[in-house]
Protein backbone atom coordinates (compact mmCIF):
# COMPACT_ATOMS: atom_id res chain seq x y z
CA UNK A 1 0.00 0.00 0.00
CA UNK A 2 3.20 2.33 0.72
CA UNK A 3 4.62 2.02 -2.43
CA UNK A 4 1.29 2.41 -4.32
CA UNK A 5 0.27 5.48 -2.18
CA UNK A 6 3.52 6.98 -2.74
CA UNK A 7 3.85 6.23 -6.85
CA UNK A 8 3.55 8.24 -9.65
CA UNK A 9 2.95 5.08 -12.11
CA UNK A 10 -1.20 5.38 -11.64
CA UNK A 11 -3.79 3.36 -10.09
CA UNK A 12 -3.98 0.30 -12.86
CA UNK A 13 -0.94 -1.20 -11.62
CA UNK A 14 -2.34 -2.02 -8.10
CA UNK A 15 -4.62 -4.53 -9.16
CA UNK A 16 -6.15 -7.17 -5.98
CA UNK A 17 -6.13 -10.68 -6.43
CA UNK A 18 -8.41 -13.27 -5.06
CA UNK A 19 -9.10 -12.21 -2.01
CA UNK A 20 -8.96 -15.96 -0.32
CA UNK A 21 -5.33 -16.12 -1.63
CA UNK A 22 -2.56 -14.43 0.61
CA UNK A 23 -0.53 -11.75 -0.77
CA UNK A 24 2.81 -13.00 0.33
CA UNK A 25 3.66 -16.07 -1.49
CA UNK A 26 5.66 -18.40 0.97
CA UNK A 27 7.52 -20.65 -1.74
CA UNK A 28 8.57 -17.35 -3.86
CA UNK A 29 9.30 -15.85 -0.63
CA UNK A 30 11.55 -18.74 0.83
CA UNK A 31 13.23 -19.56 -2.47
CA UNK A 32 14.34 -15.70 -2.60
CA UNK A 33 15.29 -15.33 1.15
CA UNK A 34 17.26 -19.08 0.85
CA UNK A 35 18.89 -17.14 -2.60
CA UNK A 36 19.56 -14.28 -0.49
CA UNK A 37 21.46 -15.76 1.96
CA UNK A 38 23.77 -17.33 -0.15
CA UNK A 39 24.66 -13.91 -1.50
CA UNK A 40 24.88 -12.48 2.37
CA UNK A 41 27.22 -15.79 3.07
CA UNK A 42 29.67 -14.97 -0.17
CA UNK A 43 29.55 -11.56 0.13
CA UNK A 44 29.58 -10.45 3.81
CA UNK A 45 30.66 -13.38 5.52
CA UNK A 46 33.19 -14.99 3.59
CA UNK A 47 34.96 -12.13 0.84
CA UNK A 48 33.54 -9.72 3.66
CA UNK A 49 35.93 -11.18 6.38
CA UNK A 50 38.89 -12.08 4.17
CA UNK A 51 41.79 -9.44 4.15
CA UNK A 52 42.34 -10.22 0.72
CA UNK A 53 39.37 -8.21 -0.24
CA UNK A 54 38.52 -4.55 0.69
CA UNK A 55 36.94 -3.50 3.64
CA UNK A 56 35.57 -0.76 1.76
CA UNK A 57 34.06 0.00 -1.83
CA UNK A 58 34.18 3.44 -1.63
CA UNK A 59 31.84 5.88 -3.74
CA UNK A 60 31.23 9.42 -3.84
CA UNK A 61 27.58 9.90 -2.03
CA UNK A 62 25.88 10.91 -5.86
CA UNK A 63 27.41 7.91 -7.71
CA UNK A 64 26.25 5.48 -5.00
CA UNK A 65 22.33 7.06 -5.29
CA UNK A 66 22.99 6.48 -8.83
CA UNK A 67 24.56 2.95 -8.98
CA UNK A 68 21.68 1.97 -6.06
CA UNK A 69 18.77 3.05 -7.58
CA UNK A 70 17.07 3.98 -4.67
CA UNK A 71 13.58 5.33 -5.47
CA UNK A 72 10.92 3.31 -4.71
CA UNK A 73 7.91 2.49 -7.10
CA UNK A 74 4.26 1.27 -7.58
CA UNK A 75 5.30 -1.69 -9.36
CA UNK A 76 7.60 -4.59 -7.27
CA UNK A 77 10.57 -6.16 -9.30
CA UNK A 78 10.97 -9.68 -10.03
CA UNK A 79 13.53 -12.24 -8.41
CA UNK A 80 16.54 -12.24 -10.20
CA UNK A 81 16.62 -7.94 -9.93
CA UNK A 82 15.92 -8.00 -6.28
CA UNK A 83 18.72 -10.85 -6.12
CA UNK A 84 20.87 -8.58 -7.58
CA UNK A 85 19.84 -5.23 -5.06
CA UNK A 86 20.90 -7.60 -1.67
CA UNK A 87 23.96 -7.99 -4.04
CA UNK A 88 24.44 -3.95 -4.41
CA UNK A 89 23.60 -3.32 -0.77
CA UNK A 90 26.21 -6.12 0.72
CA UNK A 91 29.05 -5.41 -2.14
CA UNK A 92 28.93 -1.49 -1.04
CA UNK A 93 28.48 -1.49 2.37
CA UNK A 94 31.31 -1.52 5.18
CA UNK A 95 32.03 -5.17 5.66
CA UNK A 96 32.33 -4.10 9.57
CA UNK A 97 32.91 -7.87 10.28
CA UNK A 98 36.40 -7.28 8.24
CA UNK A 99 39.15 -8.06 10.55
CA UNK A 100 40.72 -4.72 9.24
CA UNK A 101 37.67 -2.75 10.45
CA UNK A 102 39.06 -1.24 13.76
CA UNK A 103 37.18 2.11 13.24
CA UNK A 104 34.57 1.49 16.48
CA UNK A 105 33.92 -0.37 19.02
CA UNK A 106 31.22 -2.84 17.25
CA UNK A 107 32.39 -4.95 14.77
CA UNK A 108 33.50 -8.50 14.08
CA UNK A 109 31.34 -11.67 13.86
CA UNK A 110 30.67 -14.28 16.34
CA UNK A 111 28.73 -16.96 14.33
CA UNK A 112 26.50 -18.51 17.25
CA UNK A 113 25.61 -14.67 17.78
CA UNK A 114 25.11 -14.08 14.34
CA UNK A 115 22.58 -16.85 14.44
CA UNK A 116 20.92 -15.51 17.20
CA UNK A 117 20.54 -12.52 15.42
CA UNK A 118 18.81 -14.18 12.25
CA UNK A 119 16.96 -16.02 14.47
CA UNK A 120 15.55 -12.85 16.58
CA UNK A 121 14.74 -11.52 12.83
CA UNK A 122 12.79 -14.92 11.94
CA UNK A 123 10.62 -14.95 15.04
CA UNK A 124 10.03 -11.20 14.96
CA UNK A 125 8.44 -10.58 18.59
CA UNK A 126 8.46 -8.00 20.90
CA UNK A 127 9.98 -7.93 24.34
CA UNK A 128 6.97 -7.20 26.52
CA UNK A 129 4.73 -9.81 27.64
CA UNK A 130 5.52 -13.54 28.76
CA UNK A 131 2.18 -14.33 26.45
CA UNK A 132 4.50 -13.25 23.09
CA UNK A 133 7.62 -13.96 24.28
CA UNK A 134 7.90 -16.69 26.46
CA UNK A 135 11.33 -17.99 25.87
CA UNK A 136 12.93 -14.40 25.71
CA UNK A 137 10.95 -13.06 28.56
CA UNK A 138 12.82 -16.06 30.66
CA UNK A 139 15.66 -15.61 28.70
CA UNK A 140 16.69 -11.92 29.26
CA UNK A 141 15.89 -12.69 32.94
CA UNK A 142 18.77 -15.25 33.19
CA UNK A 143 21.22 -13.06 30.88
CA UNK A 144 20.52 -10.28 33.13
CA UNK A 145 21.28 -12.39 36.11
CA UNK A 146 24.52 -13.98 34.55
CA UNK A 147 25.77 -10.25 34.28
CA UNK A 148 24.72 -9.47 37.27
CA UNK A 149 26.36 -11.85 39.11
CA UNK A 150 29.78 -10.92 37.47
CA UNK A 151 28.86 -7.70 38.88
CA UNK A 152 29.12 -9.22 42.20
CA UNK A 153 25.53 -8.44 43.20
CA UNK A 154 23.19 -11.83 43.95
CA UNK A 155 20.21 -9.74 43.48
CA UNK A 156 19.00 -6.96 41.25
CA UNK A 157 16.95 -6.01 38.34
CA UNK A 158 18.13 -4.71 34.49
CA UNK A 159 17.10 -4.45 31.29
CA UNK A 160 18.53 -4.78 27.49
CA UNK A 161 17.78 -1.26 26.00
CA UNK A 162 18.63 0.19 22.67
CA UNK A 163 22.41 0.85 23.29
CA UNK A 164 24.62 2.51 25.95
CA UNK A 165 23.26 5.69 25.28
CA UNK A 166 20.03 4.75 26.44
CA UNK A 167 21.24 2.92 29.33
CA UNK A 168 23.05 6.03 30.58
CA UNK A 169 19.37 7.92 30.33
CA UNK A 170 17.61 5.21 31.69
CA UNK A 171 19.72 5.18 34.96
CA UNK A 172 19.52 9.25 35.09
CA UNK A 173 15.51 8.44 34.91
CA UNK A 174 15.47 6.25 37.79
CA UNK A 175 18.21 7.78 40.22
CA UNK A 176 16.03 10.86 39.65
CA UNK A 177 13.19 9.20 40.24
CA UNK A 178 14.72 7.50 43.18
CA UNK A 179 15.49 11.57 44.61
CA UNK A 180 11.64 13.07 43.66
CA UNK A 181 9.34 10.20 43.24
CA UNK A 182 6.77 13.06 42.29
CA UNK A 183 8.92 13.85 39.28
CA UNK A 184 7.11 11.19 37.43
CA UNK A 185 3.49 12.67 37.58
CA UNK A 186 4.75 16.28 38.31
CA UNK A 187 7.09 16.61 35.84
CA UNK A 188 10.18 19.51 36.25
CA UNK A 189 7.94 21.89 38.17
CA UNK A 190 8.64 22.10 42.12
CA UNK A 191 12.08 20.41 41.26
CA UNK A 192 15.52 22.10 42.85
CA UNK A 193 18.14 22.23 40.27
CA UNK A 194 19.62 19.23 39.64
CA UNK A 195 23.83 18.11 39.27
CA UNK A 196 25.12 15.39 37.42
CA UNK A 197 28.91 14.86 37.87
CA UNK A 198 30.71 13.07 35.05
CA UNK A 199 34.10 12.93 33.98
CA UNK A 200 35.81 15.42 30.81
CA UNK A 201 36.50 11.67 29.20
CA UNK A 202 32.76 10.28 29.58
CA UNK A 203 31.03 9.43 26.39
CA UNK A 204 28.84 12.14 25.31
CA UNK A 205 25.63 10.50 25.67
CA UNK A 206 25.57 11.98 29.43
CA UNK A 207 25.36 15.70 28.31
CA UNK A 208 22.14 14.12 25.99
CA UNK A 209 20.43 12.59 28.54
CA UNK A 210 20.69 15.50 30.52
CA UNK A 211 19.09 17.19 27.86
CA UNK A 212 16.70 15.06 26.68
CA UNK A 213 15.30 14.62 30.52
CA UNK A 214 15.37 18.47 31.07
CA UNK A 215 18.01 18.36 33.60
CA UNK A 216 20.17 20.69 31.06
CA UNK A 217 23.71 20.49 30.09
CA UNK A 218 24.62 23.05 32.04
CA UNK A 219 24.05 21.24 34.96
CA UNK A 220 26.13 18.60 34.53
CA UNK A 221 29.41 19.48 35.83
CA UNK A 222 32.60 18.09 34.33
CA UNK A 223 35.05 16.46 36.81
CA UNK A 224 38.63 16.63 35.77
CA UNK A 225 41.23 13.75 34.72
CA UNK A 226 44.34 12.52 35.67
CA UNK A 227 47.02 12.16 32.98
CA UNK A 228 45.86 8.25 32.44
CA UNK A 229 41.91 10.03 31.68
CA UNK A 230 40.80 8.82 34.72
CA UNK A 231 38.37 10.57 36.66
CA UNK A 232 39.95 12.29 40.02
CA UNK A 233 38.24 11.74 43.15
CA UNK A 234 39.49 14.70 45.17
CA UNK A 235 37.99 16.67 42.16
CA UNK A 236 34.34 14.75 42.13
CA UNK A 237 34.49 15.81 46.20
CA UNK A 238 35.25 19.35 45.88
CA UNK A 239 32.63 19.85 42.90
CA UNK A 240 30.16 18.29 44.80
CA UNK A 241 30.51 20.90 47.50
CA UNK A 242 30.63 23.67 45.17
CA UNK A 243 27.66 22.53 43.93
CA UNK A 244 25.86 22.31 47.08
CA UNK A 245 26.87 25.73 48.30
CA UNK A 246 25.39 26.90 45.18
CA UNK A 247 22.59 25.98 45.76
CA UNK A 248 22.44 22.50 43.28
CA UNK A 249 21.15 19.36 44.26
CA UNK A 250 23.78 15.89 42.96
CA UNK A 251 21.82 13.19 42.40
CA UNK A 252 23.79 11.23 40.16
CA UNK A 253 27.60 10.41 39.55
CA UNK A 254 28.30 8.53 36.04
CA UNK A 255 31.72 7.12 36.17
CA UNK A 256 33.44 5.48 32.62
CA UNK A 257 34.36 1.83 33.01
CA UNK A 258 36.58 2.03 29.58
CA UNK A 259 36.23 5.63 28.22
CA UNK A 260 35.19 5.67 24.61
CA UNK A 261 38.69 7.75 23.19
CA UNK A 262 41.01 6.57 25.91
CA UNK A 263 40.06 3.07 26.95
CA UNK A 264 40.75 4.79 30.69
CA UNK A 265 38.92 3.00 33.81
CA UNK A 266 37.86 5.02 36.66
CA UNK A 267 38.63 4.59 40.32
CA UNK A 268 35.52 3.06 40.86
CA UNK A 269 36.17 2.12 44.73
CA UNK A 270 37.59 6.00 45.54
CA UNK A 271 34.23 7.54 43.94
CA UNK A 272 32.24 4.92 45.51
CA UNK A 273 33.29 6.59 48.89
CA UNK A 274 32.79 10.18 47.45
CA UNK A 275 29.13 8.83 46.12
CA UNK A 276 28.41 7.44 49.43
CA UNK A 277 29.95 10.44 51.48
CA UNK A 278 27.30 12.82 49.87
CA UNK A 279 24.51 10.07 49.20
CA UNK A 280 24.51 10.34 45.89
CA UNK A 281 23.29 7.52 43.34
CA UNK A 282 26.40 5.57 41.24
CA UNK A 283 26.33 4.47 37.49
CA UNK A 284 29.25 2.87 36.18
CA UNK A 285 29.06 3.59 32.55
CA UNK A 286 30.36 0.59 31.50
CA UNK A 287 29.20 0.21 27.79
CA UNK A 288 33.19 -0.53 26.46
CA UNK A 289 35.14 -2.34 29.56
CA UNK A 290 32.28 -4.16 31.20
CA UNK A 291 33.37 -7.07 29.47
CA UNK A 292 36.84 -7.11 31.07
CA UNK A 293 34.81 -8.60 34.01
CA UNK A 294 35.09 -12.04 32.27
CA UNK A 295 38.83 -11.73 32.53
CA UNK A 296 40.95 -13.13 35.80
CA UNK A 297 43.64 -11.29 34.72
CA UNK A 298 41.91 -7.78 33.58
CA UNK A 299 38.90 -7.97 35.99
CA UNK A 300 41.09 -5.87 38.43
CA UNK A 301 40.48 -2.97 36.56
CA UNK A 302 36.91 -1.96 37.25
CA UNK A 303 37.34 -3.10 41.27
CA UNK A 304 34.37 -1.78 43.09
CA UNK A 305 31.64 -1.96 40.44
CA UNK A 306 29.71 -4.07 43.00
CA UNK A 307 29.35 -0.75 44.68
CA UNK A 308 27.51 0.83 42.56
CA UNK A 309 23.55 1.70 41.72
CA UNK A 310 23.53 0.84 38.32
CA UNK A 311 26.09 -0.61 35.56
CA UNK A 312 25.52 0.13 31.92
CA UNK A 313 27.20 -2.48 29.69
CA UNK A 314 27.32 -3.43 25.77
CA UNK A 315 27.70 -6.74 25.03
CA UNK A 316 27.80 -5.57 21.27
CA UNK A 317 31.20 -3.71 22.24
CA UNK A 318 33.75 -5.79 23.07
CA UNK A 319 31.70 -9.51 22.93
CA UNK A 320 30.71 -9.00 19.49
CA UNK A 321 27.37 -10.21 20.08
CA UNK A 322 26.10 -7.51 17.46
CA UNK A 323 23.99 -4.72 16.87
CA UNK A 324 22.92 -3.86 19.36
CA UNK A 325 23.03 -5.67 22.74
CA UNK A 326 23.24 -3.15 25.85
CA UNK A 327 22.69 -4.06 29.52
CA UNK A 328 21.51 -1.76 32.24
CA UNK A 329 21.68 -3.55 35.50
CA UNK A 330 20.30 -2.49 38.77
CA UNK A 331 21.39 -3.46 42.12
CA UNK A 332 17.81 -2.63 43.09
CA UNK A 333 15.36 -4.97 45.14
CA UNK A 334 12.21 -3.04 44.97
CA UNK A 335 10.82 -2.42 41.20
CA UNK A 336 12.01 1.03 40.89
CA UNK A 337 12.55 0.33 37.13
CA UNK A 338 8.85 -0.79 36.83
CA UNK A 339 7.77 2.06 39.52
CA UNK A 340 9.50 4.74 37.47
CA UNK A 341 8.48 3.84 34.01
CA UNK A 342 4.78 2.12 34.20
CA UNK A 343 2.03 3.49 32.59
CA UNK A 344 -0.33 0.09 33.23
CA UNK A 345 -2.15 0.08 29.75
CA UNK A 346 -4.84 -2.51 29.99
CA UNK A 347 -4.36 -3.69 26.47
CA UNK A 348 -1.29 -5.43 26.97
CA UNK A 349 -0.22 -5.49 31.35
CA UNK A 350 -4.00 -6.97 32.52
CA UNK A 351 -3.42 -7.79 35.66
CA UNK A 352 -6.39 -10.66 35.96
CA UNK A 353 -4.33 -12.70 33.52
CA UNK A 354 -4.09 -16.64 33.86
CA UNK A 355 0.24 -16.62 34.54
CA UNK A 356 2.34 -14.36 36.93
CA UNK A 357 2.07 -10.90 35.56
CA UNK A 358 5.56 -10.36 36.87
CA UNK A 359 6.41 -11.73 33.67
CA UNK A 360 5.45 -9.20 31.88
CA UNK A 361 8.66 -7.12 31.87
CA UNK A 362 7.20 -4.47 29.26
CA UNK A 363 5.91 -2.05 31.58
CA UNK A 364 10.08 -1.35 33.48
CA UNK A 365 10.83 0.29 29.85
CA UNK A 366 9.83 3.50 28.40
CA UNK A 367 9.52 1.99 25.02
CA UNK A 368 6.31 -0.18 24.22
CA UNK A 369 7.67 -2.46 21.25
CA UNK A 370 10.92 -3.80 22.51
CA UNK A 371 13.06 -5.82 20.51
CA UNK A 372 15.01 -9.12 21.40
CA UNK A 373 18.62 -8.57 22.41
CA UNK A 374 19.05 -11.24 24.41
CA UNK A 375 19.21 -14.42 21.90
CA UNK A 376 22.27 -13.32 20.43
CA UNK A 377 24.61 -12.63 23.17
CA UNK A 378 22.71 -16.15 25.30
CA UNK A 379 23.72 -18.43 22.62
CA UNK A 380 27.32 -17.13 22.09
CA UNK A 381 27.33 -17.57 25.55
CA UNK A 382 26.14 -21.26 25.25
CA UNK A 383 28.75 -21.71 22.70
CA UNK A 384 31.99 -20.74 23.66
CA UNK A 385 31.40 -20.09 27.86
CA UNK A 386 32.46 -17.49 30.30
CA UNK A 387 35.99 -19.13 29.47
CA UNK A 388 36.06 -18.17 25.85
CA UNK A 389 35.11 -14.85 26.89
CA UNK A 390 37.65 -14.71 29.00
CA UNK A 391 40.15 -15.25 26.29
CA UNK A 392 38.77 -13.00 23.91
CA UNK A 393 39.09 -10.11 26.43
CA UNK A 394 42.66 -11.16 27.43
CA UNK A 395 43.58 -11.96 23.69
CA UNK A 396 42.16 -8.11 22.93
CA UNK A 397 44.68 -6.57 25.81
CA UNK A 398 47.45 -8.57 24.40
CA UNK A 399 47.02 -7.32 20.83
CA UNK A 400 46.69 -3.52 22.33
CA UNK A 401 50.09 -4.03 24.06
CA UNK A 402 51.80 -5.57 20.97
CA UNK A 403 50.51 -2.73 18.73
CA UNK A 404 51.74 -0.19 21.55
CA UNK A 405 55.66 -2.09 21.48
CA UNK A 406 56.07 -2.18 17.88
CA UNK A 407 54.19 1.59 17.65
CA UNK A 408 57.24 2.46 20.32
CA UNK A 409 59.83 0.74 18.19
CA UNK A 410 59.00 2.37 14.61
CA UNK A 411 60.94 5.82 14.73
CA UNK A 412 59.05 9.10 14.18
CA UNK A 413 55.80 7.12 13.78
CA UNK A 414 53.58 9.71 15.52
CA UNK A 415 54.70 12.44 12.90
CA UNK A 416 52.67 10.97 10.33
CA UNK A 417 49.47 11.40 12.38
CA UNK A 418 49.54 15.15 11.81
CA UNK A 419 48.13 14.17 8.47
CA UNK A 420 45.68 11.78 9.68
CA UNK A 421 42.53 13.18 7.56
CA UNK A 422 44.66 12.55 4.80
CA UNK A 423 45.70 9.53 5.62
CA UNK A 424 42.01 8.20 6.09
CA UNK A 425 40.75 9.41 2.58
CA UNK A 426 43.66 7.23 1.11
CA UNK A 427 42.45 4.48 3.28
CA UNK A 428 38.94 4.18 2.07
CA UNK A 429 39.61 5.41 -1.37
CA UNK A 430 41.75 2.05 -1.39
CA UNK A 431 39.72 0.32 1.08
CA UNK A 432 42.24 -1.55 2.86
CA UNK A 433 41.51 -0.81 6.48
CA UNK A 434 39.40 1.34 8.51
CA UNK A 435 40.28 3.13 11.61
CA UNK A 436 39.53 6.54 13.11
CA UNK A 437 41.27 9.41 14.34
CA UNK A 438 40.45 12.11 16.26
CA UNK A 439 42.45 14.98 18.24
CA UNK A 440 43.34 14.58 21.86
CA UNK A 441 42.89 17.98 23.92
CA UNK A 442 44.74 20.31 22.20
CA UNK A 443 47.19 17.73 20.86
CA UNK A 444 47.05 16.46 17.50
CA UNK A 445 44.94 13.89 15.46
CA UNK A 446 45.80 10.00 16.40
CA UNK A 447 44.27 6.55 15.16
CA UNK A 448 42.21 5.76 17.45
CA UNK A 449 42.91 1.90 16.63
CA UNK A 450 39.36 -0.16 18.28
CA UNK A 451 40.94 -3.06 19.21
CA UNK A 452 38.65 -6.24 20.15
CA UNK A 453 37.52 -8.45 17.66
CA UNK A 454 38.48 -12.31 17.96
CA UNK A 455 39.19 -12.42 14.53
CA UNK A 456 42.52 -10.16 14.56
CA UNK A 457 45.76 -11.71 14.81
CA UNK A 458 48.88 -10.37 15.17
CA UNK A 459 49.97 -9.63 11.58
CA UNK A 460 46.81 -6.88 11.61
CA UNK A 461 48.43 -4.95 13.98
CA UNK A 462 51.66 -5.32 11.93
CA UNK A 463 49.59 -4.52 8.89
CA UNK A 464 48.15 -1.40 10.23
CA UNK A 465 51.39 -0.20 11.37
CA UNK A 466 53.26 -0.82 7.68
CA UNK A 467 49.86 0.28 6.41
CA UNK A 468 49.89 3.72 7.89
CA UNK A 469 53.70 4.39 6.77
CA UNK A 470 52.38 3.59 3.18
CA UNK A 471 49.39 5.58 3.06
CA UNK A 472 51.34 8.50 4.59
CA UNK A 473 54.63 7.80 3.11
CA UNK A 474 54.86 11.12 0.61
CA UNK A 475 52.86 13.77 2.84
C1 LIG B 1 31.80 4.65 27.27
C2 LIG B 1 30.64 4.64 26.33
N1 LIG B 1 29.41 4.83 26.83
C3 LIG B 1 28.32 4.84 26.04
C4 LIG B 1 28.45 4.66 24.68
C5 LIG B 1 27.23 4.72 23.84
O1 LIG B 1 26.81 3.43 23.51
P1 LIG B 1 25.78 3.22 22.30
O2 LIG B 1 26.55 3.52 21.06
O3 LIG B 1 25.39 1.80 22.42
O4 LIG B 1 24.65 4.17 22.51
C6 LIG B 1 29.70 4.47 24.12
C7 LIG B 1 29.83 4.30 22.67
O5 LIG B 1 30.83 4.32 22.07
C8 LIG B 1 30.83 4.46 24.97
O6 LIG B 1 32.07 4.29 24.50
Redesign the pocket.
Known sequence: MAAADISSDGPESHTLRDLNEPLVDHTEGQLFLTDAFKIMMEEVLCKGTDVKHKVCEWKEPEELALLLDLELRAKGEPHDKLLQRVQDVAKYSIKTSHPRFMNQ?FGGVDYHALTGRFLTEALNTNLYTYEVAPVFVLMEAEVLRGLRQLIGWTEGDGLFCP????S?MYAMNIARYQHFPDVKSQGLFGLPRLNIFTSEDS?Y?VKKGAAFLGIGTDNVITVEVDEGGRMIPSDLDEKIKLAKSQGGVPFFVSC?A???VRGAFDLLDCIADVCEKHKIWMHV?A??GGSVLFSKQHSHLIKGVHRANSV?W?P?KMLVAGL?C?ALLLKDTENLLRRCHCANATYLFQQDKFYDVNLDVGDKTVQCSRKVDCLKLWLMWKAVGSNGFADRVDKSFHHARYLVAQMKKREGFQIVFEVAPAIKERMMKQGTMMVGYQPLGNKVNFFRMVVFSPLLSQKDMDFFLDEIERLGKDL
Request: proline letters at 0%; aromatic letters at 4%.
Open positions: QGGSANHSTGTTDAWGNHQS
